[in-house]
């Protein structure tokens, strides 16, 4: 899959988290700013007193009764199998991490990273590989930053530009099933 063909996948799962947030009563802010040719997400300008000058910036700032939260929506088709623990792990980018964790610190607002599994079939290198189940779970999960800094599963430098640090399934809380998030999607993974 292409850098593009990504960007748009990953858009289209912004596109849906955001719905489904709407229909909370959340108001939505989208940053769109991208750097297609470096792959640069949507960068957040810090003031002259901050320790770096930006910072990489969640997708969407959540408006809801004088309340705001920064949500960094990621759509994934499957989770992951981590043999070692024998568990199901999701995770980002690394760097974005770090920078996550610094805009909460630095802004005072929550940071919340939901992941939307869309695919309850396991990748078949996991089930090769490692014996894994051969469904895995699927619905939009989600936890804020600062909890997730006190249950991480691992890290990797493996995958991903910077790395990538991962968690499990279930130190994340379901927040929708997929199909309340995707109302076409049917539970076997297909539209």
């Given at each position: ?18 719905k ?140 991903g ?16 099933e ?11 993974g297909?539209?």
């Amino acid at each position: 899959m292409t850098f593009t063909d990504q960007l748009a996948f990953g858009q289209i799962g912004e596109g849906y988290i955001a719905k489904w947030l709407r229909g909370r009563g959340w108001n939505i802010l989208p940053v769109y700013e991208k750097e297609i040719d470096t792959g640069k997400g949507p960068r957040l300008f810090m003031s002259e007193f901050s320790a770096r000058p930006e910072l990489i910036a969640p997708d969407l700032l959540a408006i809801k009764g004088g309340s705001f939260v920064w949500v960094e929506a990621k759509r994934k088709t499957r989770f992951s199998w981590y043999g070692k623990g024998k568990y199901w792990v999701t995770g980002i980018d690394h760097r974005h991490y770090v920078d996550y964790i610094q805009v909460q610190k630095e802004l005072g607002v929550d940071v919340w990273l939901m992941f939307l599994h869309t695919e309850n079939v396991t990748w078949q290198t996991d089930i090769d590989k490692w014996d894994a189940p051969k469904t895995c779970p699927v619905g939009l999960y989600g936890r804020t930053i600062e909890k997730l800094m006190l249950c991480t599963s691992h890290d990797s430098e493996k995958h991903g530009p910077t790395g990538m640090v991962y968690w499990r399934d279930t130190n994340l809380i379901k927040l929708a099933e997929l199909a309340d998030v995707i109302p076409s999607q049917r539970q076997d993974g297909q539209p």
